[in-house]
């Protein structure tokens, strides 16, 4: 069995990333609280925060408590918490349609945007939707720790 360590890992997962259910955002979030369960999430990096991890776990109408214990009690395989996620949530075809396009069309503000983009050394103004700045900024992050 895996013991946590001093190496951390960084979510390189996007946000518009399904599994079989078809769910965006569903493989991160697992991988962010599978890591962070682990020690393995470095410093900086939302556990279970209250951008697009909250947005899916509320759209799949799923409580934030249970899914957190149920990923630390259990220590799923992505596949297995996607059954649970099936069980325990709501994810017919509409309600996860509807939660995609939601993850897929949200912008950051103005300051996050322009924070992020003079972070990771993004000259284009016009790049403001989430999930490409999101993984961007881990992209970046991940240069930053491997090149260090």
């Keep these: 069995m895996a013991t946590a360590t001093s190496t951390k890992y960084i979510p390189i997962i996007s946000s518009s990333t399904t599994g079989p259910l078809g769910v965006a955002h569903l493989p991160r ?45 259990s220590k799923p395989t992505y596949i297995q918490f996607e059954s649970w996620v099936k069980t325990n949530g709501k994810t017919d075809s509409e309600t996860i349609k509807k939660h995609n396009a939601a993850v897929l069309g949200y912008n950051h503000g103005d300051d996050t945007c322009k924070h992020i983009r003079e972070t990771i050394g993004l000259e284009n103004a016009g790049v403001k939707d989430a999930v490409t700045l999101n993984i961007l900024e881990d992209l970046h992050d991940l240069h930053q720790h491997a090149t260090a």
């Design 29 to 73: 979030l697992w991988t962010k609280l599978t890591l962070g369960n682990a020690g393995l999430l470095p410093e900086g990096h939302d556990y279970c925060g209250q951008g697009f991890d909250q947005m899916t776990i509320t759209a799949l109408g799923l409580d934030r408590g249970k899914v957190i214990e149920y990923v630390k009690a």
